[in-house]
């Protein structure tokens, strides 16, 4: 079990979960605008990795391509990187050196809104930044959620070839509504994640695959606007306008209808629940969730 922890956030998030969790993933570092280098562990992302340390988990390092300037994960940085083999090799060192030196127990590459001109050199990158990693050192990657083969194609996932690459494979199953024009809907239904589960086991071993379940919701204005919102937001949320929630079985997930119009889905611990039964049937590796921050504890 992974859970993912915002480098500001409470270390306690840590504590009211540890019982259940492996792995902590703290978010973590970025690569520039550029491609050319990563940004190094800062102080607060070093004392998640100390407390995670410090209750018996593994911690892993994630590296994305978010861009603070554009509010959101910048496809343009991340090809500068990947298709570069010197871009490749100062990132990789730079991880490499931040891993062995701070203590890490591993590194997680969360490289999204990617096309299909990054798929070899998104394997590149994996397998460099595997082979120069000691032994013992896992590397990871998550990968968004498809309902289809081609679609993992053409956003630059060779599946096959990264499931050869890295240690870990995390699937984000959730984000199938949310920002965005998709419309109000569940943040990763159960039909949706498993569409997409079968197709990672057709190409990667079961167990090299976790499960990434949503532990948040979405919260969608009439004037179109969104918001995301924690578990127990949502549900502070749907009380204090006196409305009143009700579980989808189909989605495995829960929704409501504010006076106002607005509309909420929110995946909670009950969802979580379903997943993990999900995750066993299929006989996956484990299962990670997004984020400690906004879901309910996780209980063991």
Sequence with gaps: MTGYQAEGDATSLIDASAAALSRVGVDGV??????????SPDSDARNQLAHAHAKGLSADLLI?????????????AAYKMLSSRANITKVVSALSSAV??????????????????DTAGLVQ???????????GKVVGIDI????????FAQNGYGLAALGKAVDNVTLMAYDQHGWGDSGAGPIGALSWQKNGLDILLS???????????????YS???????????????????SSYGATARY???AGEWTATLPDGTVLWWSDARSFAERRTLAASAGVHGLAVWDLGLSDPIAP
Excluded at 30 to 39: D, M
Excluded at 64 to 76: A, H, K, L, R, V
Excluded at 125 to 135: D, G, Q, Y
Aim: a negative charge; hydrophobic letters at 35%.
């Design 144 to 151: 968004t959620n498809f309902e289809n083969a081609d679609e």
């Design 100 to 117: 062995i030196s701070q203590g890490w127990d591993g590194v997680t590459i969360d490289l999204e809104s990617l096309q299909s001109r």
């Design 30 to 39: 970025n690569i520039n605008a550029r491609g050319t280098s990563v940004t």
């Design 203 to 217: 190409r990667i071993p079961a167990n090299k695959i976790d499960l990434g379940v949503a532990g948040y919701g």
């Design 220 to 238: 969608w204005a009439p004037d179109g606007s969104v918001s995301q919102v924690g578990d127990q937001e949502a549900r502070d949320t749907v």
């Design 64 to 76: 994305g391509n978010f861009n603070e300037s554009i509010g959101d994960f910048d496809e343009g």
């Design 125 to 135: 990158f994996a397998t460099a930044l595997n082979n120069s990693l000691p032994a």
């Design 248 to 250: 989808d079985t189909a």
